[in-house]
């Protein structure tokens, strides 16, 4: 067998960008080895380094880079996971916020924590990044590596964020726990334009999207895509005034910093879809998506002048149109958010793994995720009863549509 060598890297400048590439995008996937996303964006090394290089982690974050690569015989990077030492629970969009109160009331200290996941970033990709080619036990000597960090650091924990099903049932089969959550995902299977979606609507939806349309933009707002060179400083300076406000008014403490816009744009534009509403010439809302080969990620949205339905308009629809111009198979519009049912998108299942050194909260957080995955079960169940879709009995799938509208 190739002799693999585990390492830590508390920089990810510190890794080479096409070795660690090679890893996270291994060129000429099949569909079933893409595991979902043949390119993603967030696990390239151009984001991780913004992130780092902009101070958005790293320093008082409480996000310290310790990223895991794993190296064959030749010194060969062969796999890789993006991981930090957590000092707080901020920024994952899985909560564990209960777990870490209740192991403390018993004395027990849950930070500091090891997380591998894309900081502030709730969409599902590989975690478990492997090269094309990868040699045997490749993904195991990276969990090795992960579980020995671990222990050096004194970690109460190990927490794997949105990987794909996949790496899930590779943590699983490694003896991680496997969480399930829900998300609300845009699946463009079926429609080549705006147009077919509605036709597939009950009407009373259809007539409700079309009115909120209208209503968002009437007559003096226009929509822009913006992407590639011609994203400029001005765009992104306009897109971050409408981040802080609306990061300063929902969580208190924005986590991006401008910089970290400026690295972004000036790495891989071709990536980034930004969908900016201008009234009397200027910019009073935007939101930043960024293209993978399969899908569209809606991440961070804000606007300065509160007007009906721009946040629908801006974030979903305008995200539907963008990726069936472009061939894409789904919108991912970020975590949580009941109302976007009602506009389309759909209730999918995403994973989380989790591994804990005190074997007394191990069984604690098994059996409670037990009870919570037969819950989300029931959940998506009950959503899918709840899709705005016809179904043949237009009255009774048009009547279930409009439960959730009071989310408007």
């Given at each position: 067998?190739?002799?693999?060598?585990?390492?830590?890297?508390?920089?990810?400048?510190?890794?080479?960008?096409?070795?660690w590439?090679?890893?996270?995008?291994?060129p000429?996937?099949?569909?079933?080895?893409?595991?979902?996303?043949?390119?993603?964006?967030?696990?390239?090394?151009?984001?991780?380094?913004?992130?780092?290089?902009?101070?958005?982690?790293?320093?008082?974050?409480?996000?310290?880079?310790?990223h895991?690569?794993?190296?064959?015989?030749?010194?060969?990077i062969?796999?890789?996971?993006?991981?930090?030492?957590?000092?707080?629970?901020?920024?994952?969009?899985?909560?564990?916020h209960?777990?870490?109160?209740?192991?403390?009331?018993?004395?027990?200290?849950?930070?500091?924590?090891?997380q591998?996941?894309?900081?502030?970033?709730?969409?599902?990709?590989?975690?478990l990044?492997?090269?094309?080619?990868?040699?045997?036990?490749?993904?195991?000597?990276?969990?090795?590596?992960?579980?020995?960090?671990?222990?050096?650091?004194?970690?109460?924990?190990?927490?794997?964020?949105?990987?794909?099903?996949?790496?899930?049932?590779?943590l699983e089969?490694?003896?991680?726990?496997?969480?399930?959550?829900?998300q609300?995902?845009?699946?463009?299977?079926?429609?080549?334009?705006?147009?077919?979606?509605?036709?597939?609507l009950?009407?009373r939806?259809?007539?409700?999207i079309?009115?909120?349309?209208?209503?968002?933009?009437?007559?003096?707002?226009?929509?822009?895509?913006?992407?590639?060179?011609?994203?400029t400083?001005?765009?992104?300076?306009s897109?971050?005034a409408?981040?802080?406000?609306?990061?300063?008014?929902?969580?208190?403490?924005?986590?991006?910093?401008?910089?970290?816009?400026?690295?972004?744009?000036?790495?891989?534009?071709?990536?980034?879809?930004?969908?900016?509403?201008?009234?009397?010439?200027?910019?009073?809302?935007?939101?930043?998506?960024?293209?993978?080969?399969?899908?569209?990620?809606?991440?961070?949205?804000?606007?300065?002048?509160e007007?009906?339905?721009?946040?629908?308009?801006?974030?979903?629809?305008?995200?539907?149109?963008?990726?069936?111009?472009?061939?894409?198979?789904?919108?991912?519009?970020?975590?949580?958010?009941?109302?976007?049912?009602?506009?389309?998108?759909?209730?999918?299942?995403?994973?989380?793994?989790?591994?804990?050194?005190?074997?007394?909260?191990?069984?604690?957080?098994?059996?409670?995720?037990?009870?919570?995955?037969?819950?989300?079960?029931?959940?998506i169940?009950?959503?899918?009863?709840?899709a705005?879709?016809?179904?043949?009995?237009?009255?009774?799938?048009?009547?279930?549509?409009?439960?959730?509208?009071?989310d408007?």
């Amino acid at each position: 067998m190739t002799s693999l060598t585990a390492r830590l890297v508390s920089s990810i400048a510190a890794v080479d960008p096409a070795a660690w590439d090679a890893c996270a995008n291994p060129p000429g996937l099949s569909e079933a080895e893409a595991e979902g996303e043949r390119f993603n964006p967030f696990v390239t090394h151009a984001f991780l380094n913004a992130l780092e290089a902009s101070g958005s982690t790293g320093g008082r974050t409480g996000w310290t880079p310790a990223h895991v690569v794993v190296e064959d015989g030749k010194g060969r990077i062969v796999a890789a996971a993006p991981s930090y030492l957590k000092s707080h629970s901020q920024g994952e969009y899985v909560f564990d916020h209960a777990w870490a109160d209740a192991y403390e009331r018993a004395g027990g200290a849950y930070y500091p924590k090891l997380q591998v996941a894309v900081p502030f970033t709730p969409a599902t990709g590989r975690r478990l990044l492997a090269a094309a080619g990868a040699p045997e036990g490749a993904r195991e000597a990276l969990i090795a590596g992960l579980r020995e960090v671990g222990r050096q650091i004194k970690a109460s924990s190990i927490h794997v964020t949105f990987p794909t099903a996949e790496d899930a049932a590779r943590l699983e089969r490694m003896g991680f726990l496997v969480r399930h959550g829900e998300q609300f995902h845009f699946l463009c299977d079926g429609f080549a334009t705006f147009d077919d979606f509605l036709a597939a609507l009950a009407s009373r939806k259809r007539k409700s999207i079309k009115r909120e349309r209208r209503e968002a933009t009437g007559d003096d707002v226009t929509i822009e895509w913006v992407t590639g060179s011609s994203i400029t400083s001005g765009h992104w300076d306009s897109f971050f005034a409408f981040y802080m406000d609306t990061g300063s008014r929902k969580w208190g403490r924005p986590y991006l910093t401008r910089r970290f816009f400026s690295l972004i744009g000036a790495a891989m534009a071709e990536r980034i879809l930004l969908v900016m509403a201008k009234r009397e010439g200027r910019w009073i809302a935007g939101a930043i998506n960024f293209i993978g080969d399969d899908a569209l990620y809606g991440r961070n949205w804000g606007a300065i002048e509160e007007r009906p339905f721009l946040h629908f308009e801006v974030c979903y629809y305008q995200a539907i149109e963008f990726a069936l111009s472009r061939g894409l198979k789904r919108v991912e519009a970020g975590a949580q958010g009941e109302h976007k049912l009602a506009r389309g998108y759909r209730p999918v299942v995403t994973y989380s793994a989790h591994e804990f050194a005190d074997a007394r909260l191990e069984r604690a957080v098994a059996d409670y995720l037990r009870h919570e995955r037969a819950a989300v079960a029931r959940t998506i169940a009950h959503y899918e009863d709840h899709a705005p879709f016809r179904r043949g009995d237009g009255d009774r799938s048009e009547a279930l549509g409009e439960t959730y509208d009071a989310d408007l």
